[in-house]
Structures are given as structure tokens and as C-alpha cells.
């Protein structure tokens, strides 16, 4: 009787939740603001202990001006960075990857670019843009085709062509690599060890989104990227995750303009921008003010180019809850459209997992709830473990998703189309 009453309870709550998320959305309102971690007033001052977890919007753009050192090419050095397709061939085969020239079809393998063969030989490299990976999902969810999603191959301007692209820094490759984390049969094995994975404390991974710019677009705005089919892009959201923190580092960037940038959750930067607190606009998509760049911001973005000086910190995240257990939240309005008020980047990405299988356990691949929101505050242990917690179920793979969603089986287990599709975009 007990028992059941419980469970009853239990089977409530996590009724109650979507539908009271439902509601507050229905009425146009928005949850409930959590306190959020700002930078301590000796951040200005020296150099304090623990700066990812004391001053985490100074360090969310000293690790900008890190991963955006311009190359001798004119990209940012993220740009040249292993991307996923390179790190998960589509037809994986790891006894093929073990001579001084595996190929690429078959094995991950870093450009000449990142190999870093001197600043003179970096040109600049062609990206494989894809389509956004969870607005893909969404719209394949509400019926859309995925032809419709397809990247089109004529050169034209349309701002709605959003597309994304994941880079990770040679360390978090080369672990990818080594624990044979790039193919299905390599997380199953992972699974079965059942050990913790543990990316190195110098692992940084960047997810980037990107537009053609148009008549009227200022391109010194942007950091900007020339297609081979002459589109021009611009790139206007930047997620950047480093493990400089056990449960990582999240920080999130967004191009000034971009309509709603603050909708929802506010724009929160203690660092770089007066003001820096902005409080969403209850009417959506709009423009927000840029506000004024502090002079540490201005003097910390010199050396990286003036295109820099128009992005904005839309905010910091270093751990699930405040210490009231209010969830925090983080989200930009282009790589989480459409799920930003619930968003946070911590709780979806410990969610990033694999079942025995070596695949995603979770029914919505990307780890997002049934009516397609993010996840948010405190992890779950029925999340990765079946009833008593006995029994594994989901291995974290240490908070990145990309190895449980871009990872293939190899095209003689997958289907054909799915060995096709992938990474054939540009
Ligand atoms: C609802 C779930 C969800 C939320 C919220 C979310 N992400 Fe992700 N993220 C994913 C998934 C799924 C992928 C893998 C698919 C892809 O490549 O886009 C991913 C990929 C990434 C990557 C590429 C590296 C990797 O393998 O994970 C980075 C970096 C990243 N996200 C950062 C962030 C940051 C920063 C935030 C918060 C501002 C955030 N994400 C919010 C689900 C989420």
C-alpha cells in the first residue's frame, strides 16, 4: 500500500512538471528567474583562486579570447579544430587505423590545420555545415521531411538558413580517439567497462551556428566565414564548454543582433557589458539594446579582431542548481530555439549517455523531455540507472553529447540512407 502511494506520487510530480511548465508557457509567462552565479568583487583585482567557479563571465571571455586567437588564415583558432565529422567516420573501422595515413572514411583523423604545421600553411578550411542538430529533431518530430532540412547548395541570402557546426581542441580529440569513443561497438565496449569517463582538465568543445549575411547586414560585425559556393556567413551563436570544472564550464555567446537574444532567460554578463544584468521582454523577438562594452572587455578583445566587440555573454552556467535547489538555466536564442525558457546546458549534457547498445538510451535522442524541452536543475539517478539503481542503464560519457549522437555503427549495420546522410553537406 505504502509503496504504491509512492509511486502513485512519483507518477504525479513527473506529470505535474510538463504540465505546470505548459501552463506558465501557455500564459505567456516565464519560470521563475534563479539566482545565477556572478563574478566576486575580487575578480577585478588580481588574480583569485578558482577563476572558472569565482569569476565565471570574466573566464567565459578569457576563454573567448582563447579559442578565438586569430590564424594566420583568418579564422579563429576553434575554426581549426577537428570538427564531429572528422571525429565520427560514418563507416567506422578501427583495423583500418592503425598506418601513418588511416583514412578518414574509416577513422578519425585530424586536418593538417590543427596539426598546427606552421601559421604560413593554415588555409582557410572548408566547414561541413549542418543543419542545427535538436531544431532538426523538432521539426522531423512535427511531420517536416529531412530533405526539407538539407543545406541548399545554390549561393543565396537567406537568414533563416541557420546552420552549426561542432569543434573539439585537439585534447578532447585525441581522448575521443583513444578510448575508441567514435563508433558504436567502441561505447558499448566503454559501457561494459563501466568506468568512469573522464575527459583531460584541458578538454574544451565549441558549437558554433552561422548564417549567410544579407543587404544590410554590416559584415565587420561578424566573424565571418566565405563558403565555396560564395555564400558568405557570419557566425551568430558560439557555445563554448570547458572541463575546467569537474561538471564542466558552459558559457554561451550571441552576435548583438540577433532578435530575442535576451527572450525568456535574460542576458547576464557581471563582467564585460553595462548593464549587465537584462531582463527578457515580455513581447518576443525584438532586438535588445547592445549596452556599453566595459573597458577590461574592450582591452581583453584588441588582439582578437573588432568583429568580437559585437558579441555578447548571454551568460555563464558552472552548476545545476543555486544553493536555494532552484535550477539555474542557460540557453541562446539559436542553438536552443524553441526550448530556451527551460534551458540548461549542464543538466541536458549530463544526459548525454549510452545504453549497452552503445547508442543513446533515451527515446528523444537529444535527451530533451517528451514535449520537447530541456531538462533542467538536478540530475536524476532513474536517468542512469534502472529502478533500485542496481543496474546501469546510461553510461555518462563526462557531459558531451557529440559521441552518443554523431557516432555511427559502421554502413554495413546502419541503414544506407543514414550512412548517406550524414556529413555530406558541403
Ligand atoms: C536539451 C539539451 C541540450 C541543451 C539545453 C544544450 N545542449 Fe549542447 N548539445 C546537445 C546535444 C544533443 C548535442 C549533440 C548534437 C550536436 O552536435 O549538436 C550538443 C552539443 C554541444 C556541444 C558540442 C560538444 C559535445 O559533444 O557535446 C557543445 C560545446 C554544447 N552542446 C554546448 C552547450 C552549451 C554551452 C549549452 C548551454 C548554453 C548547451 N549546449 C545546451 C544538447 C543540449
Not at 308 to 322: A, E, P
Request: with cysteine; aromatic share 10%.
Amino acid at each position: 500500500m505504502k509503496n504504491s502511494t509512492v509511486r502513485w506520487r512519483g507518477i504525479l510530480s513527473t506529470l505535474a512538471i510538463p504540465a505546470a511548465l505548459a501552463l506558465l508557457l501557455g500564459a505567456g509567462l516565464v519560470l521563475p528567474p534563479a539566482a545565477r552565479a556572478v563574478d566576486q568583487p575580487e575578480c577585478a583585482k588580481g588574480k583569485p583562486p578558482n577563476p572558472a567557479s569565482n569569476c565565471p563571465d570574466q573566464f567565459a571571455w578569457q576563454t573567448l579570447v582563447k579559442v578565438a586567437q586569430p590564424t594566420a588564415s583568418k579564422e579563429a583558432l576553434f575554426e581549426t579544430w577537428p570538427t564531429d565529422c572528422e571525429t565520427f567516420p560514418t563507416d567506422p573501422d578501427p583495423t583500418k587505423c592503425t598506418g601513418p595515413h588511416p583514412d578518414p572514411k574509416h577513422c578519425p583523423v585530424m586536418s593538417e590545420a590543427t596539426k598546427g604545421v606552421g601559421p604560413e600553411a593554415v588555409t582557410p578550411r572548408i566547414k561541413q555545415l549542418q543543419p542545427r542538430a535538436l531544431q532538426s529533431l523538432a521539426a522531423i518530430r512535427r511531420g517536416a521531411s529531412a530533405q526539407l532540412l538539407a543545406i541548399p547548395q545554390v549561393a543565396k541570402c537567406d537568414p533563416n538558413q541557420v546552420v552549426e557546426i561542432v569543434h573539439r581542441n585537439p585534447s578532447a580529440f585525441n581522448f575521443i580517439k583513444e578510448q575508441g569513443l567514435w563508433y558504436t561497438d567502441g561505447l558499448a565496449t566503454a559501457f561494459n567497462k563501466s568506468e568512469d569517463v573522464q575527459f583531460p582538465i584541458d578538454a574544451i568543445a565549441v558549437k558554433s551556428n552561422w548564417r549567410p549575411l544579407c543587404k544590410g547586414d554590416d559584415s565587420s560585425h561578424y566573424q565571418l566565414y566565405h563558403a565555396p559556393d560564395g555564400t558568405l556567413y557570419g557566425l551568430i551563436a558560439l557555445h563554448v564548454s570547458t572541463k575546467d570544472l569537474p561538471n564542466w564550464f558552459w558559457a554561451t555567446f550571441e552576435q548583438e543582433d540577433n532578435l530575442g537574444r535576451c527572450d525568456f532567460l535574460g542576458c547576464h554578463d557581471s563582467f564585460g557589458v553595462t548593464p549587465g544584468q537584462v531582463p527578457p521582454r515580455p513581447i518576443l523577438n525584438q532586438t535588445y539594446p547592445p549596452g556599453t562594452l566595459n573597458p577590461a572587455l574592450v582591452a581583453m578583445l584588441k588582439p582578437i579582431g573588432a568583429q568580437w566587440t559585437h558579441y555578447r555573454l548571454k551568460g555563464s552556467q558552472v552548476d545545476f542548481v543555486n544553493s536555494s535547489g532552484q535550477p539555474t538555466f542557460l540557453g541562446n536564442s539559436v542553438t536552443e530555439q524553441g526550448f530556451v525558457p527551460g534551458a540548461s546546458c549542464i543538466t541536458c549534457h549530463d544526459r548525454g549517455t549510452v545504453a549497452q547498445s552503445g547508442s543513446n538510451p533515451y527515446p528523444t535522442v537529444a535527451g530533451l523531455d517528451p514535449e520537447f524541452q530541456s531538462y533542467h536543475g538536478s540530475p536524476r539517478p532513474d536517468w542512469y540507472f534502472f529502478g533500485e539503481q542496481a543496474r546501469r542503464y546510461a553510461l555518462p560519457l563526462d557531459f558531451l553529447w557529440g559521441m552518443a549522437f554523431r557516432s555511427y555503427p559502421g554502413c554495413a549495420q546502419a541503414t544506407p540512407k543514414t550512412c548517406a546522410q550524414a556529413c555530406n553537406l558541403q
